[in-house]
């Protein structure tokens, strides 16, 4: 039987993902000059995570005054994020379709590479129809259905081609060195900084993560190896609700009209 989004993305592993979305986001510069210019997120990023996961939860599980909450809560955050081309600047806009498309694509691209790495490859009916349910993560705020390309085939055309285009400028290293070496926040998330980073890395596409200056050797690649072989073997194991926890506490805070989100 397929499984769709509403059954994998409860899934605590997909947040071993969260550094790779984001940098992936801002390496392209409609996105990475946004944040730079108008975001303060890598100080935050705790605040960032609990927007995101809000929102992505919201869509997924919530009612419709939830997701109508989450989105009145994105657009306030994105309505002054943007900049007419000059030139310092190509230009920017939160509610750009493209840049948008851009978003949603690393979320989803990230989530199918955390769980297959941890669960394996999902079978041709569940991989279609969690292609398929991803849109509305995109679709809940502005992004026009036909967008969403057709299927996985057209998606993997789209990926492979503006991946190629991504360069990690200046302003791009710089939030992504903020986010993760975090000189202020809760000793529990420093203290984890160090996996964040080498899991960050070891997700990323090999150029996205020279752009960004990580340091990877062979042995970096075999370690990674072994970390996600030896999380393949032990998270599927553990219980549901430790599991599922991040999305029943985040659920849990979000109050209709009290939801938040950092641009």
């Known amino acids: 039987m397929a499984r769709g989004l509403a059954d994998i993305g409860a899934e605590g592993v997909l947040l071993a993902g969260a550094g790779r979305a984001i940098l992936l986001q801002i390496?392209?510069?409609?996105?990475?000059?946004?944040?730079?210019?108008h975001s303060d997120f890598a100080h935050r990023p705790?605040?960032?995570l609990r927007a995101t996961l809000t929102y992505v939860y919201a869509v997924v599980y919530g009612t419709d005054e939830q997701v109508a909450a989450v989105r009145r809560a994105v657009n306030r955050a994105h309505a002054p994020v943007r900049r007419t081309a000059d030139d310092a600047s190509a230009g920017y806009n939160a509610f750009d379709a493209d840049s948008q498309l851009w978003v949603v694509?690393?979320?989803?691209?990230t989530a199918m590479t955390v769980y297959q790495q941890v669960h394996g490859p999902l079978d041709?009916?569940?991989?279609?129809?969690?292609?398929?349910?991803?849109?509305?993560?995109?679709?809940?705020?502005?992004?026009?259905?036909?967008?969403?390309p057709a299927d996985r085939a057209a998606f993997a055309t789209y990926w492979d081609g503006h991946l190629a285009t991504l360069r990690p400028d200046d302003k791009a290293r710089k939030i992504a060195r903020d986010l993760l070496y975090p000189a202020a926040g809760p000793a529990m998330m420093r203290l984890a900084m160090p996996l964040a980073r080498f899991l960050t890395a070891g997700l990323l596409?090999?150029?996205?993560?020279?752009?960004?200056g990580f340091d990877w050797s062979p042995h970096h690649a075999r370690r990674f190896e072994r970390t996600m072989r030896m999380a393949g073997r032990v998270y599927p194991r553990l219980p549901q609700r430790l599991r599922h926890w991040p999305r029943d506490y985040y659920l849990s805070q979000l109050k209709t009209g009290e939801a938040s989100h950092g641009a």
């Open 27 to 37: 390496a392209d510069p409609r996105v990475g000059h946004g944040v730079a210019d």
């Open 46 to 48: 705790q605040d960032r």
């Open 105 to 109: 694509a690393t979320l989803y691209d």
């Open 124 to 148: 041709d009916e569940t991989a279609d129809l969690m292609y398929r349910d991803y849109a509305r993560i995109g679709t809940a705020l502005q992004l026009p259905p036909e967008k969403w």
């Open 205 to 212: 596409p090999e150029h996205v993560r020279e752009g960004f």
